[in-house]
Nanobody, 128 residues
Framework: QVQLGESGGGLVQVGGSVRLSCQVS??????????MGWFRQGPGKEREFVAA????????DYPDSGKGRFIISRDIAEDTGYLQIDSLKPEDTAVYYC???????????????????WGQGTQVTVSL
C-alpha cells in the first residue's frame, strides 16, 4: 500500500517562504519509480495544479502563474518530494497536496486525474 504524507505547512507571513515535504512509502514504491506533482485547493476554489517533477528530477513543470516563485524538487534516495514557495501572497493560502503517478514517469501531467496516489494535504495560511 502506498502512502504519501505532507508536512511543513503552517501560518506564514506575506513575503515569506515555506518548504513543504512529501514522504512516500510503500512496498515497491521506492527510489523514484514514480513521478510527483503538487496541487492546492484554496477556500471556495477548485483544486489546481502547482508543479510536477519527473521520476529522476530532470524535468519540472509549472503553470505560468507559479514560475519564479514555486520550486519543486525531490530526493530519490529518501523518497521525499519538496515544494518551496517564495514571496508568499495571501492568495497562496490553501491546502497543498502532493501526488504520485506511475502513468507517466518522464512528463507527468497537470490534471489531477493523472495521479493515482494522494496525500492528505497540509494547510498553508498566509497572513498579512
Amino acid at each position: 500500500q502506498v502512502q504519501l504524507g505532507e508536512s511543513g505547512g503552517g501560518l506564514v507571513q506575506v513575503g515569506g517562504s515555506v518548504r513543504l515535504s512529501c514522504q512516500v512509502s510503500g512496498r515497491s514504491f521506492t527510489f523514484g519509480t514514480y513521478a510527483m506533482g503538487w496541487f492546492r485547493q484554496g477556500p471556495g476554489k477548485e483544486r489546481e495544479f502547482v508543479a510536477a517533477i519527473s521520476w529522476n528530477g530532470g524535468w519540472t513543470d509549472y503553470p505560468d502563474s507559479g514560475k519564479g516563485r514555486f520550486i519543486i524538487s525531490r530526493d530519490i534516495a529518501e523518497d521525499t518530494g519538496y515544494l518551496q514557495i517564495d514571496s508568499l501572497k495571501p492568495e497562496d493560502t490553501a491546502v497543498y497536496y502532493c501526488a504520485a503517478t506511475r502513468k507517466n514517469l518522464l512528463y507527468p501531467g497537470r490534471g489531477s486525474e493523472e495521479y493515482e496516489y494522494w496525500g492528505q494535504g497540509t494547510q498553508v495560511t498566509v497572513s498579512l
